[in-house]
């Protein structure tokens, strides 16, 4: 098992370039097999989460390549509809498959999904959706089989703005004759994001970030190249550990208007923010602000994925804040991590109190999931002395190379393994296995 050893107190500085965005390279990787020719996809980061895309890929019978930050993905021989329940536990994300293999295949069999535990993260409005386009579902709570029974409604109505579930949907209807329509749709930007994709494939799909989107279908798709948009949520985060820290950085490769849910926050926190074309400087103030009341919600709504760093950087306000948490009902698993730290939070079921506090002291604490690990990563930063951050395979998720990126700005975190640590030191090996026999 991996750690993270963080010496804090040093003021974040420099250049922080951001990468490709974790929930746009996802649910695109998975439309590449609605291609039966190649996808060229420029700005992949290098994430657990995307290695265990391509294993999926791979196993459908895609062929997939990395140069660098490009991977290149031929779905000619895409030949299977399964995916086993080893690769669909992975992750959540896993369940935008569904839908990309009924527009393939016209047939998909696959298994419930795992992934961070925020919540109960049902998929009825997926099921509900595909159902009404004319799939048949067969579920028995833990496997699906799913097939193309029947010409569908014209029109599916979401009763919340899932993103899954609208990019399930889209991708489902890219064949399908006449036109469909997604009412309600969720409107993040990866959603616009994929369907630029699936359009520069020959797709026909307008109306992507508003609240309706028609799908005009086409009889096939071409061989593509995108990009992929910056990730708002890594420019968050790097944003928070700039501002706890009492630093001043530059992100490059940022999309402003991505980024506007969030700026008012920083704002009211006190940085200073200095925007350029593609780059944003912020500025952290001596000490941060209280923010009277963060309340996530569906894009343009102050994102859920943001909400863990965030509270991180208010433990150290000069007041009272709260954060009010709509989207998922568990996901304040971060809030005793960063109380370890000496933070003064109150949580009552989806409200956070959060009681600014002057300083942070060292601790030990674990990653409860991929934000709320970037979250005491972020605690860790400003505490003086030394910390130690588990469960880090969470972060791997969803940060290429956290640590290489936060010691380019000054910080000090450094990536330990439990083994090679005991190899090293066998008085430490007797420890762990005293403390083993302990706990046994
Ligand atoms: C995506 C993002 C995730 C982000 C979330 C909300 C990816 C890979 N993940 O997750 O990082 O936090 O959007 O912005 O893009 N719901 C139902 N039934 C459904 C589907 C969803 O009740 O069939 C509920 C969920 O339990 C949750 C809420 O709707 O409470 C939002 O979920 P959704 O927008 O679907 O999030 P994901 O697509 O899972």
Redesign the pocket.
């Known amino acids: 098992m991996e750690y993270f050893r963080i010496n804090g107190l040093t003021k974040l500085s420099g250049d922080a370039y951001i990468h490709g965005a ?2 746009s390279v ?2 695109i990787l998975a439309a590449s097999i609605l291609i039966k020719g190649e996808s060229v996809i420029h700005n992949c980061p290098q994430l657990s989460d995307v290695d265990n895309t391509v294993k999926i890929l791979e196993h459908l019978g895609a062929r997939v390549k990395r140069e660098g930050k490009t991977l290149i993905v031929d779905s000619s021989s895409v030949n299977k509809y399964d995916i086993p329940q080893r690769l669909m536990q992975e992750m ?2 896993s369940i ?1 498959f569904l839908g990309a293999l009924l527009s393939r295949m016209k047939t998909a069999r696959l298994y419930l999904p795992g992934g961070c535990k925020i ?9 509900k959706g595909l159902s009404e386009l004319g799939y048949g579902i067969e579920s028995d709570g833990s496997s699906l089989f799913c097939s193309y029974s029947n010409k569908g409604a014209e029109a599916v109505v979401l009763s ?6 609208t ?1 399930n949907l889209i991708l489902a209807s890219v064949f399908n004759e006449g036109k469909t329509r997604i009412i309600n749709s ?1 409107r ?1 930007p ?1 959603i616009e994001d994929l369907c630029e994709f699936l359009n520069g494939a020959g797709a026909k799909i307008k109306g992507a970030g508003s609240t309706i989107i028609e799908i005009e279908g086409v009889a096939s798709l071409h061989s593509t190249e995108h990009t992929v948009i910056p990730d708002r949520i890594l420019a968050s985060t790097i944003m928070c550990a700039a501002a706890i820290t009492g630093g001043s950085v530059r992100l490059n490769n940022i999309r402003l208007s991505h980024l506007a849910p969030v700026l008012s926050v920083f704002n009211e926190a006190g940085c200073k923010l200095y925007a350029g074309d593609s780059s944003l400087v912020i500025k952290a103030p001596k000490r941060i602000r209280r923010v009277k009341k963060i309340e996530t919600r ?2 343009p709504g102050f ?3 943001s909400q863990a760093m965030c509270s991180a950087m208010l433990t150290l306000s000069n007041g009272v804040s709260m954060i009010y948490e709509t ?3 568990n996901r304040f698993r971060h809030m005793p991590e960063l109380m370890r730290f000496g933070a003064d939070i109150t949580v009552q079921d989806r409200v956070s109190v959060i009681n600014g506090v002057k300083r942070l002291k060292p601790a030990s604490a674990c990653c409860t999931d991929l934000r709320g690990g970037a979250a005491v990563v972020i605690a860790a930063l400003s505490a003086q002395g030394e910390s130690e951050i588990r469960d880090i395979h969470h972060i791997d998720r969803g940060y290429e190379n956290f640590e290489r990126q936060l010691n380019s700005l000054g910080a000090a975190v450094k990536r330990i393994s439990d083994e090679k640590e005991k190899e090293g030191n066998p008085k430490q090996q007797q420890t762990e296995s005293e403390r083993r026999g302990q706990s046994a």
């Open positions: 974790k929930n996802l649910p959540r994300s935008i919540g109960l993260r049902p998929i009825d409005l997926h099921l919340f703005p899932s993103v899954g579930a990019e969720a993040e990866e569906p894009y994102p859920t994925d989207i998922f009902e």
